[in-house]
């Protein structure tokens, strides 16, 4: 059973969908409210499946001649920036608006999904069932669903052999996405594909694959957590704890606060539609019918590139930077100066700007409002924010950036710094087990709608010049 936490709620939302463009409220057509009581996700999905087969079907037929956009050469020496080509249907980022789950955006999702207490923050549960479904589940379908995740949690003795394989010493992504390599011996799909299964249900043993992912990469994170820092101490996982809280509990934090910032942290670090590298690694990956193992670890090798998942370790370590260089109470003045400094030297200044949006990511915004409400005069955080006030400035007076604003690798680190979680090589393991819940959802997704192999076509700079010639003297 799917409800709103009350009537006025439900109006305001629906008045909200109302008001969109054409193309939002396509995005949320089949966000309803639901009146089943069933609290299996597995049968959810398999009703949903044959409606969304029939809607692609029909799209592909009626439409499929239609033209989405130009291809410039900019697009495709430009890495395919504001190029067209792929369907994912949990989320979709708008360049002002920022990031919608199955068209909600984050303050909706914190309003109307549930949490573990009144007015907290969400369950990541909740959101893999508004992924999986398009729609709000109830409290007693996430606990339902955070009890299936902790029946499939158990990892084998033979992932921690290969992690200790590795030297202590190994990035913190190098041992997790060795582990999660290891998990792969246990994969369904792999097994049920070898036996002949036919494709309409392929979607059936990815979900099993999927889920017995999710529910698995806390622990193996946290067992790489308490290897390198904590000298091998491992936390046992509590059953009582949802996700969120059961992985910071494994990590070693138990403070009520910052069991909340992990239930947000990784909700709101789950997905962000699939033009991202980890996004479309995995999506790309398992074109080719690679597992869900296989292909999410391919994307956990792309999240760990500085240029994606890994920014966010630079972010604490460059504010850190400031603060050994200049002082905790450091002027705004002085803090102008130092991030010409930074940009002077070549550098970037991290957590600032993104690919496609062009306002103050809404991650960073909620982000914001968690620090106000429970961090206050945390000195860092105050760093933070007269970062906020002047970095976007200066970024505009250069001209080179098309957002100046920060984006949500700017706030997290600190958040976590003051509750304890320092070491900040760690980081991208925390978006590596949050980012597992969006490609793992639309994975399903594309298994059910029997997605093809992804196969761009490539040009050599002679074709690229050749072809232009002729369009210019045409």
Same mark, same amino acid.
């Given at each position: $059973? +799917?409800?709103?936490? %009350? +009537? %006025?709620?439900?109006s305001k939302l629906r008045s909200h969908v109302t008001q969109q463009s054409s193309s939002l409220k396509n995005s949320v057509r089949w966000f309803q409210v639901q009146t089943?009581?069933?609290? @299996?996700?597995?049968?959810? &999905?398999?009703? &949903?499946?044959?409606?969304?087969?029939?809607?692609?079907?029909? &799209?592909?037929? /009626?439409?499929g001649k239609v033209q989405l956009g130009n291809i410039t050469v900019d697009m495709v020496i430009g890495g395919m920036r504001g190029m067209t080509g792929l369907l994912w249907e949990t989320s979709l980022l708008d360049p002002d608006e920022g990031i919608r789950f199955r068209g909600l955006s984050i303050p909706e999702c914190q309003k109307v999904l549930p949490g573990a207490k009144p007015d907290g923050e969400p369950l990541p549960e909740g959101l893999l069932w508004l992924l999986l479904t398009g729609k709000v589940p109830s409290k007693e379908q996430v606990d339902a669903l955070s009890k299936e995740l902790r029946s499939r949690a158990t990892v084998p003795d033979y992932v921690y052999k290969a992690i200790d394989a590795l030297p202590v010493t190994a990035h913190p992504m190098t041992q997790f996405a060795s582990g999660v390599m290891a998990l792969q011996v246990r994969s369904e799909f792999q097994k049920a594909y070898e036996k002949g299964i036919p494709k309409a249900r392929y979607w059936e043993p990815t979900y099993e694959d999927s889920l017995s992912l999710i529910a698995q990469v806390?622990?193996?994170?946290? *067992?790489? *957590?308490?290897?390198? *820092?904590? =000298?091998?101490?491992?936390?046992?996982? =509590? @059953? #009582?704890? =949802?996700?969120?809280? !059961?992985? #910071?509990? $494994?990590l070693g934090f138990d403070d009520p606060k910052m069991l909340e910032l992990m239930r947000l942290y990784v909700t709101i670090h789950s997905d962000h539609e699939g033009g991202n590298v980890s996004a479309h690694t995995g999506h790309l990956v398992a074109s080719a019918l690679s597992d869900p193992y296989l292909s999410f670890v391919a994307a956990l090798n792309g999240l760990a590139g500085p240029l994606h998942g890994l920014a966010n370790q630079e972010v604490l370590l460059w504010i850190k930077s400031?603060?050994? /260089?200049?002082?905790e109470n450091i002027t705004k003045e002085k803090l102008k100066d130092f991030v010409w400094k930074t940009l002077n030297s070549g550098k970037v200044v991290p957590g600032f700007g993104h690919g496609v949006l062009r306002k103050t990511d809404p991650r960073y915004m909620c982000q914001r409002e968690f620090a106000l409400k429970h961090l206050p005069n945390d000195l860092l955080f105050q760093l +933070?924010? !007269? &970062? *906020?006030?002047i970095v976007p400035p200066i970024l505009t007076e250069l001209g080179k950036v098309k957002n100046p604003w920060p984006n949500v690798d700017a706030h997290s680190g600190v958040l976590l710094n003051y509750f304890g979680l320092t070491e900040a090589r760690y980081y991208t393991v925390l978006f590596g087990v949050s980012r597992s819940i969006g490609i793992c959802s639309q994975l399903i997704w594309d298994r059910a709608l029997g997605m093809p192999l992804e196969r761009p076509k490539s040009v050599t700079m002679e074709w690229l010049e050749n072809h232009c010639k002729k369009?210019? #003297? %045409?």
């Open positions: $059973m +799917v409800f709103f936490r %009350s +009537v %006025s709620l439900l089943s009581s069933d609290l @299996d996700l597995h049968s959810q &999905l398999k009703e &949903l499946i044959p409606e969304q087969q029939e809607r692609l079907k029909k &799209l592909k037929s /009626e439409y806390p622990v193996v994170a946290a *067992y790489v *957590y308490r290897r390198i *820092y904590k =000298d091998g101490k491992i936390i046992p996982s =509590d @059953d #009582s704890l =949802d996700y969120g809280a !059961n992985f #910071s509990h $494994m400031v603060v050994a /260089e200049c002082g +933070v924010s !007269n &970062l *906020y006030e369009a210019a #003297s %045409s």
